[in-house]
C-alpha cells in the first residue's frame, strides 16, 4: 500500500532555511522563497501596466493629443461646412486649423500648473512632451495660419484667421488672461465659434448671407453650453489658481443645468421655426443630450459623468455642422 504524503504552504515554502538567519550568509533564502509568489504577481502586474501605457502612447501620440482632436474636428467640420465647393476651401481648412492648434497650444503652455492637477494625461503636465516642443509646434501653427490665409487671398479668410488668433491670445496670455473671469471667458468662445467663424467662413467660401444670422445663433448657444461645460469636471485645479469659472460660482449641477438650458434654447429655435426634417433632427439632438445631462446633475455631476456629458455636446456640434454641410451641398 502507498502512503500519500500531504504537501503544505510550509513544505513548500519554508520560513527559513536550517542554518540561516536574518542578517547574514545565506539569509532570507527561505523568505525569498515565501515572497516568490507575490514578486510573480507584482511583476505580472507591472508588465501589464508598462505595456498598457505603452499602447495608450502609441494609440494617442503627444503632438495629436496636443492638439485637442476633439476641437480640432469641430473646426475641420464647420469649415467644411461653409467653404464646401468653394476654391477657398483648401486655405481656409489649413488656417483654421493651424489656427485651432495655436489657440489650445497656447492655452496649454499658460495652464501647465493647472493642468496638472486637473488633465494630468495631457502632453505636458505628463512629461510627454517638452515645454520647447510645445512652443515650437504653437509658433509654427501661428505662422501657417497666417500664411494659409494670405496665399487665398481671401480679406475675409484673413480677418477670421486674425480675430480668431486675436481673442485666443487675450484668452489664455498672462498679460491679459480673460479666461479668469467665466462671462469673459464664455464671450470669448462664443465670439469665436459662434460669430466670426460662422460670418468669416462663410464671407471667405462665398455662401448666402440670408442663414447666416440663424447659424450664429444656433452655434452661439453651443458654444455656451461648452463654455460652462468644460469646467465642470476642472474645478480642484481652477479654485487652487484663481481661475473663476460658473462651475465654481453656482455649482457644478447648477452649471450642467445651465449648459443644459442653452442646448435646449438652441434645438427650441430650431423646433419652431424649421421645416419637418430639422424639427425631427431637433427632437433627436434632444433625446440625445438632455436625458443624460438631468440624470448627470441629479447624481452629482461626477467628472466621469461631465466629461461623458461633455462629448455629448461636441458629438451635437458636429452633427449639426454635418447637416449644414450636407444642406449646403444641395
Known amino acids: 500500500m502507498v502512503r500519500r504524503r500531504t504537501f503544505t504552504r510550509a513544505h513548500l515554502f519554508p520560513p527559513l532555511l536550517p542554518g540561516t538567519t536574518k542578517d547574514g550568509g545565506r539569509e532570507g533564502v527561505g523568505e525569498s522563497l515565501t515572497l516568490a509568489p507575490l514578486l510573480f504577481r507584482t511583476h505580472h502586474t507591472a508588465y501589464h501596466t508598462a505595456h498598457h501605457t505603452a499602447t495608450m502612447r502609441v494609440a494617442t501620440p503627444p503632438a495629436l493629443a496636443f492638439t485637442r482632436p476633439h476641437t480640432v474636428l469641430g473646426t475641420l467640420l464647420s469649415t ?25 497650444g497656447l492655452n496649454q503652455l499658460t495652464d501647465i500648473q493647472i493642468d496638472a492637477i ?63 473671469n467665466p462671462c469673459a ?20 467660401g462665398g455662401r448666402p448671407l440670408r442663414h447666416v444670422g440663424a447659424l450664429c445663433a444656433y452655434f452661439s448657444c453651443f458654444a455656451a453650453a461648452i463654455a460652462v461645460l468644460k469646467d465642470v469636471p476642472d474645478t480642484k485645479g481652477d479654485a487652487a489658481h484663481g481661475v473663476s469659472t460658473a462651475a465654481l460660482a453656482l455649482g457644478r449641477s447648477a452649471a450642467v443645468g445651465l449648459a443644459t438650458a442653452f442646448v435646449c434654447a438652441a434645438l427650441a429655435a430650431v423646433a419652431a ?20 445631462a438631468l440624470v448627470t446633475a441629479v447624481c452629482g ?11 455629448r455636446l461636441w458629438s451635437l456640434f458636429y452633427a449639426s455642422y454635418g447637416a449644414v454641410w450636407v444642406v449646403g451641398a444641395r
Open 301 to 311: 455631476s461626477t467628472d466621469r459623468g461631465v466629461k461623458r456629458l461633455y462629448m
Open 80 to 104: 467644411g461646412a461653409l467653404c464646401s465647393g468653394s476654391p477657398v476651401l483648401p486655405y481656409a481648412a489649413t488656417a483654421t486649423l493651424a489656427s485651432n492648434v495655436f489657440i489650445v
Open 118 to 180: 486637473n488633465k494630468p494625461e495631457l502632453p505636458l503636465p505628463s512629461g510627454t512632451m517638452s515645454v520647447v516642443e510645445a512652443i515650437a509646434i504653437t509658433k509654427a501653427s501661428l505662422v501657417v495660419a497666417v500664411v494659409a490665409s494670405l496665399l487665398s487671398r481671401s480679406l475675409w479668410l484673413v480677418a477670421t484667421t486674425v480675430v480668431s488668433c486675436a481673442v485666443g491670445t487675450a484668452y489664455s496670455a498672462p498679460c491679459v488672461r480673460l479666461k479668469r
Open 273 to 292: 421655426g424649421g421645416s419637418l426634417v430639422l424639427r425631427s433632427g431637433a427632437a433627436i439632438a434632444f433625446l440625445h443630450f438632455v436625458p443624460l
Open 185 to 204: 471667458a464664455a464671450a470669448c468662445i462664443v465670439a469665436v465659434r459662434g460669430v466670426v467663424a460662422n460670418v468669416g467662413l462663410a464671407l471667405a
